[in-house]
Nanobody, 119 residues
Framework: QVQLVESGGGLVQAGGSLRLSCAAS????????ITWHRQAPGKERESVAI???????NYADSVKGRFTISRDNAKNTVYLRMNSLKPEDTAVYYC?????????????WGQGTQVTVSS
């Protein structure tokens, strides 16, 4: 089993910044992918940033140039630095870890952290 704990959310004014953290513990394999997702009220959950264990990253167009995902493998922690925040970034942010165990793909989710951006 893997446990993920997000932190760092809060209330910020438009144009401000936040850094989210996702701390992982448990049976974590060295080869994994961490994805940050978000879900706004009344909307579907969407992926915003992804990072592989090798450090390759990709971003949704809506956050490209404003958000930066990074990871500290020694601490089993992934970060999401969010700059130039907009009211439309308001959502619950979740991290997800994906790893393979033989032919099985495992997904684990954190409990989420609320980000609210005021205009």
């Amino acid at each position: 089993q893997v446990q993920l704990v997000e932190s760092g959310g809060g209330l910020v004014q438009a144009g401000g910044s936040l850094r989210l953290s996702c701390a992982a513990s448990g049976s974590i394999f060295s080869d994994n992918i961490i994805t940050w997702h978000r879900q706004a009220p009344g909307k579907e959950r969407e992926s915003v940033a992804i990072i592989t264990s090798a450090g390759s990253t990709n971003y949704a167009d809506s956050v490209k140039g404003r958000f930066t995902i990074s990871r500290d493998n020694a601490k089993n922690t992934v970060y999401l630095r969010m700059n130039s925040l907009k009211p439309e970034d308001t959502a619950v942010y979740y991290c997800r870890l994906t790893q393979r165990l033989g032919v099985e793909t495992q997904h684990y989710w954190g409990q989420g952290t609320q980000v609210t951006v005021s205009s």
